[in-house]
């Protein structure tokens, strides 16, 4: 019936594994729960071994990091059933009916649906203040407004696919470790898979500090430029991309990088601080790509 993955690395998952444990078990259906350790630290996986005494849960163990693609693509083909149910590490559902929300959700002529994310109310600590302001403006949106765009805001973090579907595409993404969402939402658009969303929400509760997330946010920004340069992005919703483009076929993004070049110690300082501003985020992305368009 259902088999519920989750790729971790240096993070505490047995509350998590143990809340999901719960609803399977009240729901009475086949299911599996594989946790896939991608090289953590030995204090990490001694916690995280307390899975195992949970019926048909498993931690698999991994001395290396293998990177986010290649650990999915392990898990996929490690599970027993058709349907797969990928979380994250750091999240926590917030309904106690989440796993029979997905089940009732899918049909036949689905591939694939996504429950979307859900922020605390508050910033949990100062200097996580970027990804939090990030995830509660772009990220936590109504299933109603996602749906218009089925491919656009698509997080990894959480939802439900068929097995067949998902070792397919995750195959092609071998060696992208950021960036992994937008492509893997375009390689949904460009095979015309049936994507659908519903409000089945997780709270995204590890949060990355303001500089890491901005070293993430330009990691992600290298691979979405590679993956168009090297034109393995045909289709594509993605925001970023399509006003990068619209620039560069009129000349403009030259502009936009030397602005961006001029401006970005100023920048960064901003989007380091306690208050950064969500639109300097994105004005960041886009001089970020121009700028490395034209090096």
Known sequence: MLSILIPVYNYNVVSLVEHLHRQAMELQISFEILVHDDGSDATFNTINQN?????????????????RAELRQQLANLAQY?????????VMP???????????SITENQDAVYGGFAYQN????????????YGTAKEQVDARIRNQKPYKIVISGNFLIKKSVFLTLNAQMTGFQYGYDNYFGALLKAGDFKVSHINNEVYHLGLDSNSDYLKKVEASVETLLELYQTEAIIKSD???????????????????????????????????????SINKLQFYKLGYMCALDQN
Do not use: M
């Open 238 to 276: 993605n925001t970023l991309l399509k006003t990068f483009k619209g620039l560069k076929k009129f000349k403009s993004h030259r502009f936009l990088a030397f602005v961006f070049k001029y401006r970005k110690t100023q920048l960064t300082a901003h989007l380091l601080s306690v208050d950064p």
């Open 51 to 67: 899975i195992s005494h949970l019926s048909d849960c498993q931690l698999i163990e991994t001395p290396f990091n293998r990177g």
């Open 82 to 90: 058709d349907l797969l149910l990928f979380l994250d590490a750091d």
């Open 122 to 133: 508050t910033i949990p600590a100062p200097d996580a203040s970027l990804r939090w302001r």
């Open 94 to 104: 917030r309904s106690v009916t989440f796993l029979q929300n997905y089940l009732n």
